[in-house]
């Protein structure tokens, strides 16, 4: 069962991952998360030029409350300093527990932006951008990851096994939270719902909503 596992997350890490934007504005909004890989690609961006400064947000998610006892942005926060980030050139909302808080809460810090760099996980990249004509339709908003391959370069911190998991998640909320009012609909191509019942069948279903 395991190599047709990762044939179905290959296929849905692929496909949420596929709808990257690489153009760039002048504030990266970074949503936090376990993998810290997204703080250091957001401070290559910084160090780079391609953006002015970073919001970072997060409070504690379904992984990072069994990681840190602290919020996620103080985390990346501590990061992004050690990798030479002036701390003026940061700033830190530290509450948000999903993409929505993510998105919503920054509105409230900063309600006169208008463009931003979303920066996520690669696999997460979808359901940022479904997520932010709901919670922010003024923000011209181009989302973005770091450049990482399934299953090569998943995060030791919850291993292929718990981002299978997630990535169904991502596929359930994905079909559902638009009924919801939090994300606007996207159709789904059959060949990625064959993969998340296949990974479903399987057993991972851990991250699924629950009604």
């Not at 339709?137 to 770091?146: H, M, N, R």
Request: aromatic fraction near 10%; hydrophobic fraction near 40%; charged fraction near 20%.
């Amino acid at each position: 069962m395991y190599a047709p596992a990762l044939h179905h997350g290959r296929e849905l890490w692929d496909y949420q991952s596929s709808f990257r934007d690489r153009s760039r504005a002048d504030t990266a909004l970074v949503c936090c998360s376990y993998d810290l890989r997204v703080c250091d690609y957001a401070c290559q961006l910084l160090h780079e030029g391609a953006v002015r400064r970073m919001v970072l947000t997060g409070g504690t998610g379904n992984w990072t409350r069994h990681l840190w006892d602290v919020p996620e942005a103080q985390v990346f926060r501590d990061r992004a300093v050690a990798n030479g980030i002036s701390p003026g050139r940061i700033l830190v909302e530290d509450h948000a527990t999903n993409f929505g808080e993510n998105i919503g809460f920054v509105r409230q810090l900063l309600p006169n932006l208008r463009q931003a760099t979303i920066i996520t996980k690669p696999n997460s990249v979808l359901r940022v951008c479904l997520t932010v004509p709901v919670q922010w339709p003024e923000l011209t908003a181009y989302v973005d990851a770091p450049d990482l391959n399934f299953p090569d370069d998943v995060s030791n911190m919850i291993g292929v096994w718990g981002l299978l998991n997630e990535m169904v998640g991502d596929i359930d909320r994905i079909l559902r939270y638009p009924a919801r009012g939090f994300q606007i609909p996207h159709p789904v191509p059959q060949e990625i719902l064959d993969s998340f019942d296949a990974l479903i069948s399987a057993g991972f279903s851990h991250h699924l909503l629950r009604d």
